[in-house]
């Protein structure tokens, strides 16, 4: 990577961000409460996730966050679902 490359990626990741995301309420919280940790085998649940899943109940855009996280495939809470949750979200919908 060339000098400078990755700010280029940074910058061009952030003005992709959808622009909801500046209301999230768990902006500039530490992500380890949304996201496995290191090596976790398996997908988020409810009770590793509590923390994360409490900021989300009172989120503005919980919403718009947990269908962008499905259609784009993310691990994690998001919008106040887990992974396991939006798959079988996605999965009664194609039903």
Known sequence: MAPG????????ALRRR???????????????????PPGYR????????A??????????????????ASEEGLEGIYGATTTAERRTIRRRGAA
């Open 5 to 12: 490359e990755g700010y280029d990626i940074l910058l061009d």
């Open 18 to 36: 959808p622009g909801w995301m500046s209301d999230a309420a768990c902006r500039g919280l530490p992500t380890e409460a949304f996201f496995p």
């Open 42 to 49: 398996g997908h988020l649940e409810r009770s590793r996730g």
């Open 51 to 68: 923390e994360g899943l409490a900021v989300c109940s009172s989120c503005p855009v919980a919403g718009p966050c947990a269908a962008y």
